[in-house]
T-cell receptor, first 113, second 116 residues
Framework: AQSVAQPEDQVNVAEGNPLTVKCTYS??????LFWYVQYPNRGLQFLLK??????LVKGSYGFEAEFNKSQTSFHLKKPSALVSDSALYFC???????????FGKGTRLSVIA | GAVVSQHPSRVICKSGTSVKIECRSL??????MFWYRQFPKQSLMLMATSNEGSKATYEQGVEKDKFLINHASLTLSTLTVTSAHPEDSSFYIC????????????FGQGTRLTVV
């Protein structure tokens, strides 16, 4: 069975500084990895995904993530954080086929002006 | 990206009544939709997988007679919470995926259900 770990409940970063939100995964087979962002009382918005190809994936709003197979990680990064990036971030994984996403517990990002 | 519309966004109902939540894929056909439940400050827990034209597959611990799922067309799935109780109060989110092995899932805006 697949699983996702987001070791940090909360990440605080000053505006303009780089941010990293950590994610590690466990699957049998090749992983399909995703990052989503959730604002209060809203659904999830897709940020980026890794299926195959380049390990560095660029997504929406200046976010990127790096797939590291040896460390089974897929950390989310952004070079310069904005206050508007403050939200709840979910890492998710699935295997190929019509399987559902399995989510991490989420990491709350707070960007301080 | 593709759009998934979920309705209503908020609903308050009395104990013992039933509530229907709709999930529509507006600009793509979704053979599979997923229903999740999210408790405060927690992650999304998969409730069931809904395939168009067939019975939904429920996760362990989810009562299929209480959470009725119908996926009658390629653009619409519904979740009906029957005989609702206060412990059913939660945030329910649907997800629809485009066809193809590499497709990402798109999510509805969620429904905040409060049972009083």
């Amino acid at each position: 069975a697949q699983s996702v770990a987001q070791p940090e409940d909360q990440v605080n970063v000053a505006e303009g500084n780089p941010l990293t939100v950590k994610c590690t995964y466990s699957v049998s087979g090749n992983p399909y990895l995703f990052w989503y962002v959730q604002y209060p009382n809203r659904g999830l918005q897709f940020l980026l995904k890794y299926i195959t190809g380049d390990n560095l994936v660029k997504g929406s709003y200046g976010f990127e993530a790096e797939f590291n197979k040896s460390q089974t990680s897929f950390h989310l990064k952004k070079p310069s954080a904005l206050v508007s990036d403050s939200a709840l971030y979910f890492c998710a994984v699935r295997v190929s086929g019509n399987t559902p996403l399995v989510f991490g517990k989420g990491t709350r990002l707070s960007v301080i002006a | 990206g593709a759009v998934v519309s979920q309705h209503p966004s908020r609903v308050i109902c009395k104990s013992g009544t039933s509530v229907k939540i709709e999930c529509r894929s507006l600009d793509f056909q979704a053979t599979t939709m997923f229903w999740y439940r999210q408790f405060p400050k927690q992650s999304l827990m998969l409730m069931a997988t809904s395939n168009e034209g067939s019975k939904a597959t429920y996760e362990q611990g989810v009562e299929k007679d209480k959470f009725l799922i119908n996926h009658a067309s390629l653009t619409l799935s519904t979740l009906t919470v029957t005989s609702a109780h206060p412990e059913d109060s939660s945030f329910y989110i649907c997800s629809a995926r485009e066809q193809g092995p590499n497709a990402e899932a798109f999510f509805g805006q969620g429904t905040r259900l409060t049972v009083v």
